[in-house]
């Protein structure tokens, strides 16, 4: 008799699925991790053809993936967490192939609110998302010492924030745009002098 509350999720393995090739077209997968990739596009009905699929683990609601659960896809990614109507919804934690970590909230399989997201480098941003992307108010640590915290749009600094150097003890506090220096700011130089400017 199975014991029902066995925790079978460490034991589980990727099974490699893979559906029969038919005679009405073949489309390019686009396999990016969850929260990385690109938006999906609309293809025209047609087979994909010898698709790779993942596994998962976890709670199902009128066959779809509902409630908490693990997710392994065949490269390596893996994600544990709180799944609505097939898509990441809530808390999840996400590990991807090349060592890169996700912790945070999600809304639709996409990084969305509030998270953490530390890369194989060392990097670690904490701070808000918008459908995938660096979005709102957040501070990233960089393995040199480098760090910016403040507004983001579109991925990159955008609007006040804050960069400072621990290499070259310079800081600067103002506008940025498209993730450059631009606009009215002051920069501090290591001996605490304060150039304050419009920068362009």
Request: with cysteine; glycine share 16%.
């Amino acid at each position: 008799i199975p014991d029902i509350f066995d925790n079978i999720t460490d034991k589980l393995e990727k099974p490699v699925i893979s559906t029969a090739k038919h005679m009405i077209g073949f489309a390019d997968t686009y396999n990016a991790p969850v929260g990385l990739s690109k938006n999906p596009a609309v293809l025209p009905i047609r087979s994909e053809g010898n698709e790779v699929f993942f596994a998962y683990d976890g709670e199902w609601t009128k066959g779809k993936m509902h409630g908490y659960g693990k997710y392994l896809y065949d490269d390596g990614f893996t994600c544990i967490g709180s799944f609505r109507n097939n898509w990441q919804e809530g808390e999840c934690t996400a590990v991807y192939p090349n060592g890169d970590k996700y912790e945070g909230n999600w809304h639709k399989g996409r990084f969305h609110d509030k998270g953490t997201l530390t890369t194989a480098g060392g990097s670690i941003y904490y701070g808000e998302f918008r459908h995938g992307i660096r979005h709102g108010h957040g501070r990233i640590d960089h393995p040199s010492g480098l760090s910016y915290e403040g507004h983001w749009a579109n991925g990159v600094p955008q609007g006040h924030g804050i960069m400072k150097s621990k290499s070259s003890q310079y800081s600067y506090e103002g506008d940025f745009e498209k993730g450059s220096i631009k606009g009215t700011g002051t920069l501090i130089t290591p001996k605490g002098e304060r150039i304050i400017r419009l920068w362009t």
